[in-house]
Every structure is written in structure tokens, then in C-alpha cells.
């Protein structure tokens, strides 16, 4: 057994140990015929598509094989989201505050922002013209933009969004990576739309103000809004498809819970300092990490539940201790 064969059968760890059994070493054959002379390592393609592999039989075995379409619904919605608070704050980003003002700003825009809110759009744009993997790599632009902007505003001192505004789009965009390969029409024109939608909204609402003021009401007010649509929406999707016996809207609606708690920290943690009058970062930071492991926590819950039900609903093959006939 060379270098090359050890990785791959550790990679074929993510597959149940029944699936391995039985169909692993032909697995392994597959990658070994194509792998290239001299290769001593899986390509970064064959470990994502190993691991992909695995997660599906795992959901398949645990009878959640709804849950990835569910998912990939939920990416949609994200998406959409993330493009639409890019078109809000991008578009206001162009009102800076007046000179006589004596605002501090970054030439002619409100702050540093205005980069990361225009690789957001040119992400929804790559979506509404390109397949989903090249739309991967925007969106993955725009997600580095997004996470490198605080360090760079400091070592810059320059302004920046406010980090309670910057999270959720992190984690909205994290989301949106599950989007399928092969999106259909409809589902790349979306987030370009209400990006454009966003845009026009906050040009007539926001006019001559400086944007400074709306990311300072987005920090309880606006934010905690979108993530309530946001579930709402989900919610409506579930009951719709539910009807027709289609689980996804379920699944996408309880992922959802996360990027929507990160939408609505600022709200709980102002619940927080209520008594004061003034929210803290701590106070901030203690709702994030809340936010963090109950949203997780609740999708892996409803895994377990789900699992625990199909395999109760499911007849027993084990033959009958005295007759001998199976279920």
C-alpha cells in the first residue's frame, strides 16, 4: 500500500463503515486509475468529492436525505439576503456625511465598506451569469473582503462597518456556498434582483443622509427586521412545500435559524443593556457566541430526532425468534 492509497482510505473515513465495507476498496481503485504518475496526494477535487460522498450516505443511512436539498434551498434565501443588505449599504455608502460636518470618511464613500459591498454585488452578478462553481469563487471574494476588512481599517485607520454588521454577511455567505453547481435561471437571477431592488429602495429612502446613521439604527433596528423576514419567509416555504410532502422547506427553514440569530444580535444584546441605555461588546459578543451554538445545535437536534423516527419507522429484517420469518 503506497502514500497515495493510505490518504484516500482516510478520506473514505466520511462513509459509513457498512458503506466502506462493501464498496470502499472500489472506490479507492477508481481514484488510484486516475490519479496522476507520481501523485502522492488526493487533488483538493477528489478530497471535497470523497467527503461530499460521505455526508450523503451518512444522511441517507440516518433517513435525513432531504436535509442537502434543504440546504441548498436555504443557500438561495441567504444569498438573496446577502445581496440585498450589499445593495443597501453599497448604495449608502455613497451619501457621505457633509464637509462642514467635520465626519471623518474615506474619499468620496462613507468608509472602507464600500469594497466589501461591491464584491457582494459583483458576486450576485457572477451568479446571474456564470455556473455555480465560478459564482463559488466570487462569493468566496467577497467573504475574504469581508473577513480581512476590520484588520485592514485598523492598520489603514480608516472607518469601517460595524462588526455586528459584517457578521451576518460572513455567515450568510457561508451559506450560500452550498448553492448546487448547475443553479437553475431563477435561482441565479435571484439574488441579483433583490440586490437591484435594494439599491433603488435605499437611493430613494436614504437620498442626501449620511449612512453612518442607518448602520447605526442596523445595530438594533434594521439587522433584527431582515432576520425576522428572513425566518418568515423560511417559514411560508415550509408550510408551502409541506403540503405537497416535500420536507426541504423544514430542513432550509431550521438552517436558517443561525444567519438569522446572527441578523438579530444587535436586538438581543440591546435587550441586554436595556436598564443602561447602551450596549457593550461584550454584551455583543456573549449573544454572538449564544447565536453560534444554538443554531447549530438545534439543525443537529433535529438530525438526531429525525434519524431516531425513521429508524423506529422502519421494519425490523431481524427473523422472528420463533418462526423464523423476517418483518
Known amino acids: 500500500m503506497n502514500d497515495l492509497e493510505r490518504r484516500y482510505l482516510r478520506l473514505l473515513r466520511a462513509y459509513p463503515a457498512d458503506y466502506r465495507r462493501a464498496r470502499g476498496a472500489e472506490i479507492v481503485g477508481t481514484y488510484l486509475d486516475l490519479a496522476a504518475l507520481g501523485q502522492r496526494w488526493p487533488t483538493p477535487a477528489d478530497a471535497a468529492d470523497l467527503v461530499r460522498g460521505g455526508l450523503r450516505q451518512r444522511l441517507r443511512a440516518a433517513g435525513v436525505t432531504d436535509l442537502i436539498p434543504g440546504v441548498r434551498l436555504a443557500a438561495l434565501l441567504a444569498l438573496v439576503t446577502a445581496s440585498a443588505l450589499a445593495g443597501v449599504w453599497g448604495t449608502a455608502e455613497l451619501h457621505p456625511p457633509p464637509v462642514e460636518w467635520g465626519v471623518p470618511h474615506v474619499g468620496p464613500f462613507v468608509s472602507l465598506g464600500v469594497v466589501v459591498w461591491a464584491a457582494w454585488l459583483l458576486a450576485a452578478v457572477v451568479l446571474a451569469v456564470a455556473p455555480g462553481r465560478v459564482a463559488r469563487w466570487a462569493i468566496t471574494l467577497a467573504l475574504v473582503l469581508t473577513i480581512a476588512l476590520p484588520p485592514v481599517a485598523a492598520a489603514l485607520d480608516a472607518i469601517r462597518p460595524p462588526l455586528m454588521v459584517l457578521l451576518p454577511q460572513v455567515v450568510l455567505g457561508l451559506l450560500g456556498l452550498a448553492l448546487p453547481d448547475r443553479p437553475s435561471r431563477a435561482i441565479r437571477l435571484a439574488p441579483a434582483l433583490s440586490a437591484l431592488l435594494a439599491m433603488l429602495g435605499t437611493e430613494f429612502l436614504v437620498g442626501l443622509d449620511p449612512v453612518f446613521i442607518y ?19 423560511g417559514a411560508l416555504l415550509a408550510m408551502g412545500l409541506a403540503l405537497g410532502g416535500d420536507a426541504r422547506g423544514g430542513w432550509a427553514l431550521v438552517t436558517l435559524l443561525t444567519p438569522a440569530g446572527f441578523l438579530a444580535v444587535p436586538g438581543l444584546a440591546d435587550n441586554f443593556g436595556a436598564a443602561r441605555g447602551a450596549v457593550t461588546f461584550a454584551e455583543l459578543a456573549v449573544s454572538a457566541v449564544a447565536v453560534a451554538l444554538a443554531g447549530p445545535a438545534v439543525l443537529l437536534l433535529t438530525v438526531l430526532f429525525r434519524s431516531r423516527r425513521t429508524s423506529t419507522l422502519k421494519p425490523s429484517t431481524q427473523p422472528c425468534p420463533t418462526c423464523g420469518a423476517r418483518a
Open 215 to 233: 448602520y447605526g439604527a442596523a445595530m438594533e433596528v434594521f439587522l433584527p427586521t431582515v432576520g425576522g423576514l428572513l425566518l418568515a419567509v
